[in-house]
């Protein structure tokens, strides 16, 4: 939830932070804004709603400073004003700071500062720390110790980006919300994620908890500190494999069309996965006692694939939660138990509090998770990279295939024949390549117009497939805004089925897994009150009234199978007139509970 950027150098620090900020718009999107500070002045622009069509040259020419930083904002506290978009000031006007995260003791803290005198401007949690950071300069610290200290008084989550008038710094801090160093040529940047600055340089430091960079116009040097110690530290300077390209759009109209064409690289990069490092994990699912999968949404579906895979074909119990009902869970877990986690971004708030409670009762965390250098990937006992590469869209689609992925090479590592889990996996990405070229077939953008309009979808799965039903089901929700429901196809009976009524679609999604009967049976039962049921099957059936093909991969069909309700809820966006990159009210990156 909201990004952040910053830059300090000798270029004009407005055009790297609003292309940032564009970039990391997926983060939040509704407000920004930049302050840059010029010849000793911080001048600062807002405006509420997206930044996306903000021409620098043409909107706001005169704008420029050598040290700068901007935010792109997903509301929590305070509405959508310009009053509340960030940055926030100081009384004096002097200090700017940008925020991502949730201060928990800020009524307490404004409550302090305003009877000290200090006049708030807006409703958010941000604004007491450059409030808090004046007030340290009053005592006569230097900005870094002002910085630092105001931050000690600070609870809850936070990554900032400071500058002051007085001073040719730029300060970012961390605590519970990401924030990524770079390291240019004679110039740093900021930024919530990597590709906010991926243009300029892919020498990163990624901040660890607690920890405070002082970069230096003058002297082009940074320095890293402990926020707690006040001592200097030493980290790793680490270098980005991902290509800019990577991180763009790539000459497709949406980062959600061209993030569903890379899926079937991205299930090569699954298949070249170390076998040392799926060992490793095996071992550790071996060895456990209790096994739980935690995640959130589409990272909890692949998690509750993974479970039925476990189940299946390793005979392993495993229970998937979702990881904000984690906390009622905690004192059943212990020290030889496991916890994975599955997570795109790694800082889902949610996932990132279920692995402090893991360890907090001694249990082992194994995540799978995409982004290096992740919270998630240092909390971790062990991790996996699921390398779907970055994805930016709101939307998971790329990265829910790689995550399904992985589970299957766990899980043919545990049956000690990793090979036959790259077969299964050859399967399952040729088979998404054919339902990518058949993606211009105007098969599916005739269904996605026909259910445009509709009120309700349905969708229903059994076994491997259930999760498929909630996914495709969360993926059309969330980009058209149509009401739309996934069910375990022997539920329906026990209640959904009454909502069935003439003309809705009801998507089946049927793999030769010996559940067909069943879930064809459960077809039958909507088809007779009047349903539109769309079949995902690896064979035709005459209970369908339309036909999407898949392989017939067995308990790996859903892999593909997938693909169909991505391209379906894509088009049905495109239909809509809306944005599939940036639905209403989400953000990529949750990181509030
Ligand atoms: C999926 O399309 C979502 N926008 C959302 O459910 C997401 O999967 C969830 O918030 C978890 O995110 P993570 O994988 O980054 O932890």
């Not at 940074?222 to 680490?238: F, G, H, R, S, W």
């Not at 299957?408 to 390549?433: E, H, P």
């Not at 998507?507 to 067909?516: P, T």
């Not at 064809?520 to 369908?544: C, D, H, P, T, Y």
Request: hydrophobic share 40%; with cysteine.
């Amino acid at each position: 939830m909201c990004g952040i950027v910053g830059y300090i150098g000798k270029k004009n620090g407005a055009i790297p932070v609003i292309d940032g900020l564009k970039r990391l718009e997926y983060r939040g999107y509704d407000s920004w804004g930049i302050a840059a500070k010029d010849s000793g002045r911080i001048d600062f622009h807002k405006q509420v709603g997206k930044i996306g069509a903000f021409e620098l040259a043409k909107d706001l020419p005169e704008f420029s400073g050598n040290i700068c930083i901007g935010h792109t904002r997903w509301a929590t506290h305070g509405g959508v004003t310009e009053a509340n978009s960030h940055p926030h000031f100081s009384c004096d006007n002097k200090i700017a700071v940008v925020h991502n995260g949730i201060i928990e003791n800020y009524q307490e803290l404004r409550k302090n500062l305003e009877a000290k005198g200090h006049k708030f401007r807006s409703q958010t949690d941000t604004e007491i720390i450059p409030h808090l950071i004046e007030e340290k300069l009053k005592e006569k610290h230097n900005l870094p110790s002002a910085v630092r200290l105001a931050l000690k008084d600070l609870e809850g989550s936070y990554a900032v980006g400071v500058i002051s008038q007085d001073d040719d710094i730029l300060i970012g801090a961390r605590k519970g919300s990401p924030l990524v160093l770079g390291i240019g040529n004679g110039e740093f940047f900021l930024g919530s994620d990597v590709p906010a600055f991926l243009k300029y340089t892919n020498k990163v430091i990624f901040l660890d908890e607690n920890q405070m960079a002082i970069l230096d116009q003058k002297n082009q040097s940074y320095k890293i500190m402990d926020v707690n110690t006040n001592k200097q530290l030493n980290p790793e300077i680490a270098t980005i494999e991902w290509s800019l390209d990577e991180a763009e759009k790539g000459g497709h109209p949406h980062f959600m069309i061209k993030e569903m064409l890379e899926q079937p690289y991205v299930i090569e990069k699954t298949i070249s996965v170390e076998a040392n490092e799926l060992k490793k994990a095996a071992s550790m699912i071996k060895s456990a006692e209790r096994i739980y999968i935690v995640a959130c949404g589409t990272a909890m579906h692949a998690g509750m694939y993974g479970a039925y895979i476990f189940a299946l074909r390793n005979n392993l119990i495993v229970q998937t939660i979702s990881a904000g009902e984690f906390p009622y869970f905690e004192h059943l877990i212990s020290t030889n138990d496991l916890i994975i986690t599955v997570s795109q971004s790694g800082e889902t708030a949610d996932v990132l509090e279920a692995v402090r409670s893991a360890h907090r009762s001694g249990a082992k965390v194994l995540s799978l998770v995409n982004v290096m250098g992740s919270s998630l990937m240092r909390m971790s006992d062990m991790f996996l990279l699921t390398k779907a590469g970055p994805e930016i869209c709101v939307l998971s689609t790329k990265a829910y295939v790689s995550q399904q992925a992985m589970f299957v090479m766990l899980s043919a590592t545990l049956a000690g024949d990793i090979t036959a889990g790259k077969k299964i996996l050859q399967i399952a990405k040729n088979d998404i390549a054919k339902i990518l070229k058949l993606m211009s077939l105007d098969k599916i953008k005739k269904l996605a117009r026909e259910i445009a309009t509709v009120p309700n979808i349905y969708a229903i799965g059994r076994g491997v497939n259930y999760p498929s039903a909630l996914e495709g089901c969360l993926k059309i929700k969330e980009v058209s805004y149509i009401h739309a429901e996934g069910f375990a196809g022997g539920d329906l009976k026990h209640g959904p089925i009454s909502l069935i009524e003439p003309g809705v679609p009801v998507l089946a999604f049927v793999a030769n897994d010996g559940s067909d009967k069943e879930i064809l049976s459960n077809a039958m039962e909507v088809k007779a009150r009047g349903a539109r049921v769309i079949g995902i099957s690896f064979e035709n059936n005459q209970v369908f009234d339309e036909y999407f093909p898949v392989a017939a991969n067995g308990v790996y069909t859903p892999i593909s199978a997938i693909v169909y309700t991505q391209l379906i809820a894509y088009f049905i966006a495109l239909e809509k007139k809306l944005d599939p990159d940036k639905p209403r009210n989400l953000a990529k990156s949750v990181t509030v509970k």
